[in-house]
């Protein structure tokens, strides 16, 4: 299977710590992308790493992608009870199509 | 610029039923995809289009389901004769060309009753 496998599946901590989320996939990548998805909604973009980066912030967001290991983690510095959310990567191929894991379930405790 | 847009949000059928979605992809956007969610899943890809043209269906059932990128209008996901396990979240994405950034819609969530 190509798709990105995140790891943990569920993931609790309490406001203000850090949550460390992973992915790691199996065929070369163009590039891997995050998405957060609350509950019933839709998802929405974080953050696009290409294949030949390393490393990607955008505000709390760190992302790092380790090419020869295929795998990618995603970092949420000082977490806040707003971030609880599903987590998703996606990896983009050639043929442009995203083939999504199964999603790390993180909550934020108050 | 209002996103990708989908409707209905929420559609209930009956079982043997057609349901009908729509996705209104970014304005410039000219690459449509269709993804499906099901409960406490992730997204499983569907299709691909460009207008008027499939370009990669191979997530697609090979019965009672099709799509379509007309040149003008939305795209839509046609499932026919509706059955319990085609309730999900289909979710349309668009994108201006390839390689580049998705842009997600909210979602149509299907419930067969």
């Known amino acids: 299977s190509q798709q990105g496998e995140e790891d943990p599946q569920a993931l609790s901590i309490q406001e203000g710590e850090n949550a460390t989320m992973n992915c790691s996939y199996k065929t070369s990548i163009n590039n891997l992308q995050w998405y957060r998805q609350n509950s019933g909604r839709g998802l929405v973009h974080l953050i696009l790493?290409?294949?030949?980066?390393r490393e990607k912030h955008s505000g709390r967001l760190r992302v790092t992608l380790d090419t020869s290991k295929k795998s990618s983690s995603l970092l949420i510095t000082a977490s806040r009870a707003a971030d609880t959310a599903s987590y998703f990567c996606?990896?983009?191929?050639?043929?442009?199509?995203?083939?999504f894991g199964e999603g790390t379930q993180l909550t934020v405790n108050p | 610029n209002a996103g990708v847009m989908q409707n209905p949000r929420h559609l209930v059928r009956r079982r043997g039923q057609e349901a009908r979605l729509r996705c209104s992809p970014m304005?410039?956007?000219?690459?449509v995809y269709w993804y499906r969610q099901l409960p406490e899943e992730g997204l499983k890809f569907m299709v691909y289009?460009?207008?008027?043209?499939?370009?990669?269906e191979s997530g697609m059932p090979k019965e009672r389901f099709s799509a379509e990128f007309p040149k003008e209008g939305p795209s839509i996901l046609r499932i026919q004769q509706v059955v319990r396990g085609d309730s999900a979240a289909y979710f349309c994405a668009s994108s201006p060309q390839e390689g580049r950034g998705y842009t997600f819609g909210s979602g149509t969530r299907l419930t067969v009753v």
């Open positions: 289009l460009q207008k008027e043209n499939i370009i990669d």
């Open positions: 996606a990896i983009e191929t050639s043929g442009s199509r995203l083939t």
């Open positions: 304005k410039g956007h000219s690459h």
């Open positions: 790493i290409r294949s030949n980066e």
